[in-house]
């Protein structure tokens, strides 16, 4: 299978040459790029390359024979004989991973510059096997600003009376960055093809909204795109929308069907900061005003570690910074975002990632200036937030604990989210302004802290409230009274 990635620039227009593409994708124009997969090989090569035109194309082969030797079910010739070793599928998705895995991250260590700058791209799949169609493929693409060009295949030249395929070269074209068509091609090609190459469980939930957060959600194909990635399995299919509604705020269902896809890519440039990142910088904003300054923060439901690396970079003079939680893949994921295995043995020691459960007694989360609890509460039952109270309050007693929870009462703002419901199929409960107001205050008068109330997000113009509620609980200094 091909797909070929272009870049091409106007000296009256752009101040880089299209060959910087290279450094953006990690590989030369000058050499060939060879790497071994599982299902066979890709390479990575260059047709041209000059200042105003640069194209780098990724030929994939897959092994059909090797796929199936060693197989025991019911032979079929369809094993054999098939269309995926040409037509793009999810072996392609992998071998994106596996070969553009930086430039999926976004990383350009030579270029900085252009790694988030939108850039003239195109990206052709010269064979693409999709039963959705014409329309099915222009409505996963033009809604993120790109505009499509396609060629339906017959299925035999010799034979035109036998008529077309399902098979189409496709073209799109538009202003990206170069982790966004990557991300973009990873996640749709298998959606249009409608078939994976491996099994489909939680692991496949994590790689959408990792690969999804920031556009997935405003998309107004979001609920097919989910099913057919997910293979039509709707509990996985729910929980991946559900997280990517969390982390980027609930939009209004009105708003994504009255806007026109032509303006998706503009809509999303001038978006408000996603809720998820307002609560990261409301929390190390907590972190970075305690005084004395804080010296040894943990993270607690510390998940894929976007808190701890915005406290690494944003608060200064800070010691230590931990980051716990009950989920062993979540922990991995977090080792991989804060590059603990590029970190020297200084820089090492001075994070910790580990796992652990908030109703048990532990050892170590003692001796931190401050815990972060940012959308945690509400993922326990709440006859087991008295264990979470003694863990946290009686036993780690930090000098400041920061707790975020949604507030129940903004639901009704988001025609999306119908009454009744939370806004993540794994919270046990979701509280109002009022009652987070008399837990919160009845903790902190018990364990000996003062707390604090802070809206996360935009206020409603009806009176309910921001979308998050934040507490912020400082110990009491001994000999201060009790509120």
Partial sequence: MLLTITCTTLPERHSFPATDLGFLLHKNPASL?????AFGAARVFYPEATAERCTAALLVEVDPVGLVRGNRSAAALAQYVSDRPYAASSFLSVALGEVFGTALAGRCKERPDLADTRLPLSATLHVL???GGEDLIRRVWEPLGYAVELTRLPLDERFPAWGESDLYTVTVSGDQTARDLLTHLYVLVPVLDNAKHYGVGEDEVEKLVRR?????????????IARRYLRY????ADAALARLADIEGVPDAGEAEDAAPRDAAERRLEAPARLNDRRIAAAVEAARSLDPPARRVIDLGCGEGKTMEALRKEVHGLEHVAGMDVSSFALERAARRLRLDRLGERERERVTLFHGSLVYRDARLAGYDVA??????EHLDPDRLRSLVRVVFEHARPRRIVVTTPNAEYNGVWAALPAGKFRHPDHRFEWTRAEFGVWAEGVAGRQGYTVAFV???DEDDEGRGTPTQMAVFDRLRTGEPHC
């Fill in 212 to 224: 999804g957060e920031g556009w997935l959600h405003a998309h107004p194909e979001k609920d097919l």
């Fill in 129 to 131: 096997d999709c039963d």
């Fill in 233 to 236: 399995k709707r509990r996985l």
């Fill in 455 to 457: 809206g996360i997000g």
């Fill in 33 to 37: 790029f060879e790497k071994a997969t």
């Fill in 372 to 377: 972060l609890l940012t959308e945690v509460i």
